[in-house]
């Protein structure tokens, strides 16, 4: 797969995405077809004080906020950070010792993000613009790494873990939300660029996860499964995209065999993973 065109269907969709939060309306919803991975994330309490914008722009797949067990004093980076919602509440978790940087690729979500802790007043924030396979930061100069539902974008994911591996102090965390696959997904999908903008064909499975982690030099990987997609749920997840719906059809397969292939496979998780100290 070319990795300009996919990174340029990425900050199509996602610059999209900014656009329509601005305007008022939730990014996983209708056309965009997310709701079965991003609804039902955040506790009320952690969305108080934040801008509706930044609630309508989360596309993530879980909550890395809560489960890194962020602490009082700790810099956290965020890979792809999109409206600020991760990044914000992980700015609250640190406090003002403390701090958290979003970093993104797509001009639109940055403006967004920005405006976003503009709003909901915090100081100890600040978004970068990059991509993750090459952060700008300073080697051993973040305690935690989060990212909810964005490494499985990338087409180098192994760079993506390698400058994780880079930033990171000794010691510190490596705590992502992401999409994984158990087994082999339809070999459609995975070509499929629609697909892969949307965190599905994108996705490593465990074993790959776990192999890439520890080639990165990561210690004590762990990955927990957080929601698993059942049939139902893969068919809402896969119908949304446009080259399947114009022809019932992809690479000749039919849709609802694509769809069935797909059943159990898919499942957001929460991986863990220490650099050594």
Not at 95 to 100: E, Q, R, W
Not at 241 to 267: C, P, V
């Amino acid at each position: 797969m070319d990795t300009k065109e996919l990174k340029a269907t990425i900050q199509e969709k996602y610059g999209k995405a900014a656009l329509k939060a601005k305007e008022g309306a939730s990014c996983c919803s209708g056309s965009s077809g997310a709701d079965v991975v991003t609804k039902d994330l955040y506790v009320k309490d952690e969305l108080t004080g934040l801008p509706a914008e930044a609630v309508a722009a989360s596309l993530g797949c879980g909550n890395p906020t809560a489960l890194a067990q962020l602490k009082p004093g700790e810099v956290v980076l965020d890979l792809g950070s999109g409206g600020g919602i991760d990044v914000l509440l992980s700015a609250r978790r640190v406090g003002p010792t403390g701090k958290a940087y979003g970093l993104d690729m797509t001009d639109e979500m940055l403006a967004l993000a920005r405006e976003n802790q503009r709003r909901a007043g915090v100081p100890n924030a600040e978004f970068l613009k990059g991509e993750i396979e090459s952060i700008p930061l300073p080697d051993r100069s973040v305690d935690v790494i989060i990212s909810n539902c964005v490494i499985n974008l990338s087409g180098n994911k192994d760079r993506v873990l390698a400058e994780a591996f880079r930033v990171l102090r000794p010691g510190g965390r490596f705590a992502v939300s992401d999409i994984v696959v158990r087994g082999e997904l339809p070999a459609p999908i995975r070509r499929s660029l629609e697909a892969w903008a949307g965190c599905v064909a994108g996705a490593l499975t465990e074993e790959e996860y776990r192999e890439k982690l520890g080639r990165a030099g990561f210690s004590r990987v762990d990955v927990e499964p957080t929601r698993i997609y059942r049939l139902e749920d893969a068919k809402e997840l896969l119908t949304q995209y446009k080259d399947l719906l114009e022809t019932g059809t992809l690479e000749g397969a039919r849709l609802e065999d694509l769809i069935a292939g797909t059943e159990g496979k898919l499942m957001s998780a929460f991986v863990r993973a220490v650099k050594p100290a």
